[in-house]
């Protein structure tokens, strides 16, 4: 404990080094989403619907996230719209294929552990799995989507004249030049997560075909395709609403100057 207690303190020196009112809101912004989900498995565990108590949590710390760093504005609102609207979309997209797919619950590699837990939790796995996608996906697609309405904001204040269709296309570019880098990103970061498991594969001697069919292993490539196919939507979605959301602003405000002039 100690040491964690050490290390958040180091990294609060070096956020408000670095980042200075932004860095130190940055931190408590952690802190504080940290808390959020911890309060989500308390519900999950109480047993409250896991997919309902992930999908009002993720609003939650999407609006902490958004909102408390970048304050209250257009590219934060358009951000946020974006991020519930992908997030309801994979939810959907994912939630039939999850259960199919049948990769919840434990592995046999996993046997010893489970002989440790007890049975008779009453959760349903197969929605856990599909809280564990929203939940590895929500800070990738927030980091896109701000990037991306953040640079279309700037672009909307100093080009006058740029027209809603080259604002999108601007937007578009822009998601595309991120989208390779955070797909390798969450690539890396689940791999990470599944490198001790691999050793030990490799140790047992498996078969190629005995890794790529092995449940723990099926697990963590669906939760990144899923999260890769969330990232790939953030995408066109923020350009979307972000451009809409800009030139709609930019239209109230030449009727409201026409209505002064008559």
């Known amino acids: 404990m100690n040491i964690?207690?050490?290390?958040?303190?180091?990294?609060?020196?070096?956020?408000?080094?670095v980042g200075g009112k932004r860095g130190i809101q940055s931190f408590f912004t952690l802190i504080l989403n940290f808390f959020t989900l911890f309060f989500m498995l308390i519900l999950i565990g109480a047993k409250i619907d896991p997919i309902k108590v992930t999908f009002i949590g993720s609003m939650f710390i999407s609006f902490f996230s958004l909102f408390f760093i970048n304050g209250f504005n257009k590219?934060?609102?358009?951000s946020l719209l974006s991020v519930i609207i992908v997030i309801l979309l994979v939810m959907f997209i994912t939630y039939d294929?999850?259960?199919n797919a049948k990769i919840q619950g434990f592995s046999n590699e996993q046997t010893d552990t489970v002989a440790f837990y007890s049975l008779y939790v009453q959760i349903n796995?197969?929605?856990i799995v599909i809280c564990e996608i929203l939940i590895?996906?929500?800070?990738a697609i927030i980091d896109v989507s701000i990037s991306i309405s953040s640079s279309m904001n700037e672009l909307y204040k100093n080009a006058s004249l740029i027209t809603q269709h080259e604002l999108?296309?601007?937007g578009m570019n822009i998601g595309k030049d991120i989208l390779g880098t955070m797909t390798n990103t969450l690539f890396f970061a689940y791999i990470s997560g599944f490198m001790t498991l691999l050793i030990y594969f490799s140790e047992l001697k498996y078969s190629l075909a005995t890794i790529f069919n092995a449940k723990v292993f099926c697990s963590e490539v669906f939760q990144l395709i899923c999260c890769g196919i969330g990232i790939i939507l953030i995408i066109p979605i923020t350009a979307f609403i972000t451009s809409k959301l800009m030139f709609l602003t930019r239209k109230s405000k030449k009727i409201g100057s026409l209505k002064k002039e008559k």
């Open 4 to 17: 964690i207690l050490i290390l958040l303190i180091i990294l609060l020196i070096l956020m408000t080094v």
């Open 75 to 78: 590219k934060t609102f358009s």
């Open 97 to 99: 294929m999850g259960i």
């Open 125 to 127: 796995f197969s929605k």
């Open 136 to 139: 590895g996906l929500l800070g």
């Open 168 to 170: 999108f296309k601007s």
